[in-house]
């Protein structure tokens, strides 16, 4: 009998090094993602700027939950922004919106019920989020 425990233990010990080394691998994985699209939002920021004559900037807001859905749509209305990142606390992304130009005359409709009801769900969960506004301001070009 001893025996048997003895592999029952061990097999135990496996299987929570393995999830603990998959949470990690996810952890990563996260990491990861959230880098490279840092990495590929300034390399297209910084593409559009010398493409069409603009210069882009961000801003970052804290507010809580419940506030999320009348910040947006306060900030879709002021005409400027191009893109809207939530993110939590920590400045993991949870979701990213991008606008365009014709955003503004269709005011937050254009942002649709899929989107406006992500957002309800996403501010029911968290008590804190950051949004991470992109705007666009145009530069004389020479």
């Known amino acids: 009998m001893s025996d048997k425990n003895n592999?029952?233990?061990?097999?135990?010990?496996?299987e929570?090094?393995?999830g603990e080394a998959k949470d990690r691998a996810e952890d990563a994985a996260g990491q990861v993602r959230?880098?490279?699209?840092?990495?590929?939002?300034?390399?297209?920021?910084?593409?559009?700027?010398?493409?069409?004559?603009?210069r882009k900037y961000r801003e970052e807001i804290e507010v809580e939950g419940r506030q999320l859905l009348d910040r947006v749509k306060e900030l879709v209305q002021e005409g400027n922004v191009r893109r809207l990142i939530i993110k939590d606390e920590n400045g993991?992304?949870?979701?990213?919106?991008?606008?365009?130009?014709?955003?503004?005359?269709?005011?937050?409709?254009?942002l649709g019920a899929p989107v406006m009801a992500a957002l309800g769900?996403?501010?029911?969960?968290?008590?804190?989020?950051?949004?991470?506004?992109?705007?666009?301001?145009?530069?004389p070009k020479k």
């Open 7 to 14: 592999l029952e233990d061990a097999r135990d010990k496996v």
């Open 16 to 18: 929570d090094a393995l």
């Open 34 to 54: 959230d880098a490279a699209g840092q990495a590929r939002d300034k390399a297209q920021d910084t593409y559009n700027q010398a493409k069409e004559g603009s």
């Open 92 to 110: 993991k992304y949870l979701i990213e919106i991008p606008l365009t130009v014709g955003v503004v005359a269709g005011s937050i409709l254009a």
């Open 121 to 139: 769900a996403l501010a029911a969960l968290v008590a804190h989020v950051k949004i991470e506004v992109v705007r666009e301001e145009d530069t």
